[in-house]
């Protein structure tokens, strides 16, 4: 036997749900649905301008089993600002005291398919263009094989850039490796055998792997207002990924937020604002011809155990919604180890699209683009949400079954609705999804992590990440 405590907020009646313990995918191209409890969603939806006043209760109700009906009840679309619900189980309880989120006019929303948009050749030479001071950018690939032709002409430039160069760090060791790579690869061509050889044309090269991977690869080198950068593109069956980074700051960063102890004792070392280096990255990314895309997230970069500059992370938006920040969603894919004959599940990819733009003193450092998506079919035009009250009593069913399994009470403190991602028979659509983040989802000793605990399809209330279970 369960108690539910509702408590201060908001009163909540929970009653008898099918469970979602099994992942039940959505139909993309339905437009109507039903609530477990039996709710036409689209009357609802009809219906929910009658009753948008808040409602707020302060009495306190003891529910001795969760099939049993609260006296008091909500309208089932408000969706209040704070949640307060406490699940009390055998061994361990459920505690709610989160912050809603939902965004502006939420009850329009789009179903839309992606479809997997692989750079080309043509997408290489339209990015140099548009990144590179004009005339400044060549192909160089010094783990490659080249053409004795072109390797006179890029060992040339090579030794101009270390020749000029006024780094003596980073950006001078990197630049005599290549060379050194280069003329290595000259003495040892019979090591090139399953590699395309290069002739200083910027495209994809070709290289078979055998039982690994099969990848295409184009790198180039350039200036960005005199300072050079280097522009990597590869493609495999599981990834795609294009990655700029500045001469001298390739090197391992790690990425906070700001409640790090290093935020909040030395602050964000940077010349630029959080906000200031947001604006900066989105004209950044117009200037890339990107439109469809908004800032999500900013986390602080510490590079050299110094606290400076920003990574911005961009995700798709259409209408009022934008997939919702975790690191799941939004996890950079620079290489693919996967065999030939390994599938992947995002559309073709190992990991969703995402887009991360570092920016310091001197502006843009890096860039990544890691598996590129289109929008494909728009499924749902003006798709019909689920009432508030039936994905809540759902969230706390869920909930209150898994809480026994941890080693610890489940305290939920953030509630967020926004687009998630939906898998089925290798196609992805962004639809909306409750989010439930529980106390222990930011992880920011070291690495900025973020991870819900329970997401629920907001369209058929079918769990897409439900709570895991403790070891």
């Not at 055998?90 to 992606?114: F, G, S, W």
């Not at 391992?252 to 909040?264: A, H, L, P, R, Y």
């Not at 967020?416 to 939906?422: K, Q």
Request: with cysteine; net charge negative; proline share 2%.
């Amino acid at each position: 036997m369960k108690k539910i405590a509702i408590a201060g907020l908001i009163t909540i009646a929970m009653l008898s749900l099918v469970a979602c313990s099994g992942k039940e995918q959505v139909d993309y191209d339905v437009t109507e649905a039903t609530s477990s409890d039996g709710v036409d969603t689209e009357s609802a939806t009809q219906s929910s301008g009658e009753d948008e006043a808040a409602h707020t209760t302060e009495q306190n109700n003891e529910v001795g089993d969760t099939n049993q009906a609260s006296s008091v009840v909500t309208s089932e679309w408000q969706v209040p600002e704070k949640l307060e619900v406490k699940i009390t189980g055998e061994e361990r309880d459920v505690n709610i005291y989160a912050d809603i989120t939902v965004p502006d006019a939420y009850k329009k929303c789009q179903v839309v398919e992606l479809v997997r948009d692989d750079f080309t050749d043509e997408d290489i030479v339209s990015m140099a263009e548009k990144v590179f001071d004009e005339g400044s950018y060549f192909l160089c690939m010094p783990s490659w094989p080249c053409t004795a032709e072109y390797y006179a002409e890029v060992h040339l430039k090579l030794t101009h850039i270390r020749d000029t160069i006024s780094d003596e760090g980073n950006a001078l060791i990197e630049i005599n490796q290549a060379i050194g790579s280069y003329e290595q690869n000259q003495l040892e061509t019979s090591e090139f055998d399953n590699q395309e050889e290069t002739d200083g044309t910027i495209r994809f090269y070709t290289s078979n792997n055998g039982e690994f991977v099969d990848k295409e690869c184009c790198e180039i080198v350039g200036t960005i207002d005199g300072d050079y950068y280097t522009l990597v593109f590869e493609k495999s069956k599981g990834a795609c990924y294009a990655w700029l980074f500045k001469y001298g700051m390739n090197e391992d960063t790690s990425e906070v937020g700001s409640d790090n102890i290093d935020v909040k004792l030395m602050g964000n070392t940077c010349i630029y604002s959080e906000e200031e280096a947001t604006a900066i990255a989105v004209e950044y990314l117009e200037k890339l011809g990107i439109t469809d895309m908004v800032p999500v997230h900013v986390n602080h970069v510490v590079r050299r155990e110094d606290v400076n500059g920003y990574s911005v992370y961009f995700g798709r938006k259409y209408e009022n919604y934008h997939l919702t920040y975790t690191t799941a969603n939004f996890t950079i894919n620079r290489y693919s180890y996967l065999t030939n004959d390994e599938a992947n599940d995002f559309g073709g990819y190992t990991t969703m699209e995402c887009i991360r733009i570092e920016i310091g003193d001197d502006g843009v450092r890096e860039f990544e683009i890691s598996s590129p998506m289109k929008q494909g079919e728009i499924m749902t035009e003006d798709a019909v949400l689920l009432p508030w009250d039936s994905v809540n009593n759902l969230a706390c069913e869920t909930l209150s079954k898994a809480a026994d399994d941890q080693s610890k009470n489940i305290v939920i403190e953030q509630i967020e609705l926004g687009y998630g991602i939906e898998k089925k028979d290798n196609r992805v659509a962004l639809v909306p999804v409750w989010y439930y983040f529980d106390i222990n989802a930011v992880d920011d000793s070291y690495r900025y992590t973020k991870t819900s605990i329970l997401e629920i399809n907001a369209l058929d209330g079918s769990i897409i990440k439900d709570v895991p279970t403790e070891q």
